[in-house]
């Protein structure tokens, strides 16, 4: 019996369809949602994303409970206004990364737990198209230097290709066991990579088990939902699972190793899979 439900939000339950289900998901999708969480199935949200892109979520489907942000840097539960973890990154990485990146021409975003940092002089078309993905306006700096005494949580590093993403990783190899770096992607964004820097030892499935463990909720009763490779790291730790339409080929099979029963792969994201998944588990 399912339990609780873990859902990533971009390319689950936001799709690309500006104004229908981007920023944010399908009014059928919200309601769902909502009637998920008024028969008592806690809905946790899962986001490599900044905590304002998926608050809207929260608030309309009144999902009270825990929520995972930042790829696990941050589990609040924003209806109670209650912080249950907050990993900061150390500040000389801080320094060590932003200096580093900058000098090597990347687009940057920084963040603390309730606002994020671009620096004027890279202002951009892609500011416009993450204010839109993120639902807020960033904090302007003339220099990241302005912010190295605030608390960090996440760095996001963008690059346009395969070969800037190398340059980037390479760029701080001689820290990268000091930090987590995971990449991603955006279906708002295209083809662009999105690196999520964070404090060592931080990830989505560190996350879920603080989350479920304080809901007092077995994995196994627990259905987690993806559509990116990187999100079978929590996936697999739950009971149930699927995969979107939109989803990786290589996550589509491997959500087929929990057996029959236990695994569906739903339509599209754009065409409300995500509603036909819940359908499939009787929800």
Not at 82 to 100: G, M
């Amino acid at each position: 019996m399912i339990k609780a439900i873990v859902f990533d939000v971009d390319g689950v339950l936001k799709g690309s369809k500006e104004g229908i289900n981007f920023p944010i998901p399908h009014a059928d999708v919200i309601q769902k949602l909502k009637t998920l969480r008024e028969e008592g199935i806690p809905v946790i949200l899962c986001s490599g994303n900044y905590l304002h892109s998926i608050l809207k979520i929260i608030q309309l489907a009144n999902l009270r409970n825990p929520h995972i942000s930042d790829r696990g840097a941050l589990i609040v539960d924003p209806l109670d206004g209650v912080v249950l973890e907050k990993h900061l990154l150390q500040r000389k990485y801080v320094k060590e990364i932003i200096k580093t990146i900058l000098s090597a021409g990347f687009y940057m975003e920084v963040y603390s737990d309730n606002e994020y940092f671009v620096q004027k002089s890279q202002v951009s078309e892609l500011t416009k198209k993450r204010t839109v993905i993120l639902q807020e306006q960033p904090v302007l700096v003339d220099s990241f230097e302005e912010i190295f005494s605030k608390d960090i949580i996440k760095i996001n590093i963008f690059s346009k290709n395969e070969e800037e993403k190398e340059k980037a990783t390479k760029a701080l190899s001689h820290i990268k066991n000091e930090i987590a770096i995971v990449w991603l992607s955006n279906p708002a964004t295209g083809t662009m990579h999105i690196a999520n820097v964070t404090s060592k030892d931080i990830s989505k499935p560190y996350a879920v088990q603080q989350v479920l463990q304080r809901m007092h909720i077995n994995s196994k009763d627990v259905l987690g939902v993806g559509d990116t490779l990187s999100d079978w790291e929590f996936m697999s730790l739950c009971g149930y699972t699927a995969a979107m339409g939109n989803a990786d080929s290589a996550l589509k099979e491997l959500v087929k190793t929990k057996g029959e029963g236990k695994y569906f792969i739903a339509p599209h994201v754009d065409d409300n899979g995500v509603l036909e998944a819940l359908k499939h588990f009787s929800l």
